[in-house]
């Protein structure tokens, strides 16, 4: 059973940082592609950053580029988001999802090439 736990969201001061995980059990890790995605209240979840197979090619939203930096550890079966000078608009609930991908350089932008999802972790950030 395919299993994506995400963990590290929080509490935290307009300005500061925060270390989202997701850790991923019942598959292959390194055949997924992987992003993060959230949902900000009374709002559509939308695509945050991306990062393909192998982990060389990235993608971001406009909104949090130069901010946030995806990266994965294939041997540790997880995958990070380091969100830097948060601010109250990064508030919502941050999911991760794995995309099934024989290309090692795809990177997924569009939630619907996702097969799996994990339950979210809360971030919420205070002006």
């Known amino acids: 059973q395919v299993q994506l736990v995400e963990s590290g969201g929080g509490l935290v001061q307009a300005g500061g940082s925060l270390r989202l995980s997701c850790a991923a059990s019942?598959?292959?890790?390194?055949?997924?592609?992987m992003g993060w995605f959230r949902q900000a209240p009374g709002k559509e979840r939308s695509f945050v950053a991306a990062?393909?197979?192998?982990?060389?090619?990235?993608g971001y939203a406009n909104s949090v580029r130069g901010r946030f930096t995806i990266a994965r550890d294939n041997a540790k079966n997880t995958m990070y988001l380091l969100m830097n000078s948060l601010k109250p608009e990064d508030t919502a609930v941050y999911y991760c999802?794995?995309?099934?991908?024989?290309?090692?350089?795809?990177?997924?932008?569009?939630?619907?090439?996702?097969?799996?999802w994990g339950q979210g972790t809360q971030t919420t950030v205070s002006s």
């Open positions: 999802a794995a995309d099934l991908n024989p290309l090692l350089a795809a990177v997924r932008t569009n939630q619907n090439d996702y097969d799996y």
């Open positions: 990062i393909s197979r192998s982990g060389f090619n990235v």
């Open positions: 019942g598959l292959t890790f390194d055949d997924y592609a």
